[in-house]
């Protein structure tokens, strides 16, 4: 789960449904709007200042990681190899950066700290 900054909404990547939803912090009982990830989403964080929320899968063969802007629209997608580690997302503060970890899901590996630069809009 995330907060957006002004502490109004709140992100929840759950494992399906296969989205990221967003829910109004006052009435957290229906979504105001979904980002979609594909199957298994497993973590999200939300940029300092609100304008990006970053979005990610525990997809074996698709895209991990995935930008939106606040209003659906998506403004990158990622295909890291391995899996996604739950909940592992972090915006560095100007939001030029995202931080990714992944694993294989056997743990034979190391995990993998990936540094994505983000296009800017």
């Known amino acids: 789960m995330a907060l957006d900054p002004a502490g109004t909404t709140l992100y929840t990547a759950a494992g399906a449904p296969y989205a990221v939803q967003a829910f109004p912090f006052a009435d957290i009982t229906t979504p105001s709007a ?43 997608r990622y ?12 915006w560095q503060p100007n939001a030029a950066r995202l931080y990714a970890v992944t694993s294989d899901w056997t743990g034979a590996t190391p995990a993998t700290l990936h540094v994505l630069t983000v296009p800017a809009v």
């Open 34 to 76: 979904t980002y979609a990830t594909g199957a298994y989403p497993n973590a999200v964080e939300v940029s300092r200042d609100g304008t990006r929320i970053a979005a990610g899968a525990d997809a074996s063969y698709d895209p991990d990681v995935f930008v939106f802007a606040p209003d659906g629209t998506e403004q990158a």
């Open 79 to 90: 295909e890291l190899g391995g899996t996604l580690v739950p909940g592992a997302l972090a």
